[in-house]
């Protein structure tokens, strides 16, 4: 049985942008975040504390987190290492999320260290993150398919989720980076996940490269998961993952899911409003098929 309500983690103002070669106004991401906000988007990652130089256009993220916590938002922010996270801590933000690749060369070409390497500075960190109370979130990168590496083995990405689970994660977002997961594997790797770890928030994080995103959704959501990343208008992508291209996009998935009868508590109007203040600032086409059917311009 399906579930009655769902809970989408927008990603728009961080893995959205992050992709965009154009630096997008300070001003600009504000104002996205808060529409989203008022289109009923409780949980979102505003933006990631990564290396300016690698990632220009995550560079106002301390400017983006000054203005934009909410206290009925779950506010997430990246941090790839104790850099990071000593920026986080200057910060009011109280959630955080980790990545680290399930394929070793995707994550060296991510962030600059090996799988094993990574785990290994970000355990002592989730721990001390625990202790401070803060949510933790591990984003689990290729989980399904590398762009360098090819498949990957379920087990292999079992066994990073469970090194998260047992270091204190509160939740996993498991990622088909390169959008290249079909259902029949979605379903596979969610049930096990969802079997093995009942405690911890279980998330499904799909890019929609190949246009399997709502395809993956529904097995995922027949595999037992009720929460999934999205991005508004369909953007983003990992510029180290080459061809990589948006999220499924929340205006299309929230209204699958409403069509199906499962609350997402999402006003599609005021989606589509927000997806408006940044489409002008962006430079790729918005293709999904709610905003090409509802924009106004
Ligand atoms: P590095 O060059 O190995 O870092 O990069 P380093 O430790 O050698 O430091 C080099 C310089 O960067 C130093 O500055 C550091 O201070 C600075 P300098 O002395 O040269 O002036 N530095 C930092 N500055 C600000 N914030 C920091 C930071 N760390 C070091 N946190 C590093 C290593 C991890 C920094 C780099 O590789 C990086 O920033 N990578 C981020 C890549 C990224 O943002 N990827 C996209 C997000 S993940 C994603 O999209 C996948 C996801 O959506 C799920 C999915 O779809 O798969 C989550
Ligand atoms: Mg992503």
Not at 69 to 78: A, F, G, P, S
Not at 90 to 114: D, L, P, R
Not at 120 to 143: D, G
Not at 236 to 265: H, K, Q, W
């Amino acid at each position: 049985t399906l579930p009655k309500k769902v809970t989408i983690i927008e990603v728009g103002p961080r893995d959205g942008l992050q992709n965009e070669k154009l630096f997008v106004p300070t001003e600009i991401k504000k104002q996205f975040i808060s529409a989203l906000r008022n289109a009923g988007l409780k949980e979102m990652e505003l933006t990631s504390f990564v290396s300016p130089k690698w990632v220009p256009q995550m560079g106002d993220a301390a400017e983006i987190v000054a203005d934009s916590l909410d206290e009925e938002t779950r506010n997430i922010v990246l941090a790839p290492n104790r850099k990071g996270i000593d920026r986080v801590y200057s910060t009011n933000c109280q959630a955080v999320a980790v990545f680290v690749g399930v394929s070793n060369t995707f994550n060296q070409k991510n962030i600059n260290k090996s799988t094993v390497d990574s785990m290994t500075e970000l355990k002592p960190i989730i721990k001390e993150l625990k202790e401070k109370n803060y949510f933790v979130r591990a984003c689990i990168s290729t989980a399904f398919y590398c762009p360098y590496e090819g498949k990957i083995e379920e087990e292999e990405a079992l066994k990073l989720c469970r090194e998260f689970v047992e270091t204190g994660a509160d939740e996993l977002s498991v990622a088909d980076t390169i959008g290249m997961a079909a259902p029949h594997e979605a379903y596979s790797l969610f049930s096990k996940i969802k079997e093995e770890f009942k405690e911890t928030l279980i998330t499904a994080h799909f890019h929609d490269t190949r246009k399997l995103g709502l395809a993956n959704i529904l097995a995922s959501l027949q595999a037992g998961v009720n929460r999934f990343d999205t991005s508004a208008g369909g953007l983003g992508g990992c510029p180290f993952a080459p061809g990589a291209s948006g999220n499924t996009a929340t205006e299309d998935v929230v209204y699958m899911l409403e069509r199906m009868g499962i609350d997402t508590g999402i006003d599609l109007q005021k989606l589509v409003d927000a997806i408006e203040i940044v489409r002008p600032h962006i430079s790729r086409e918005i293709t999904s098929g709610y905003f090409s059917l509802h924009s106004q311009t």
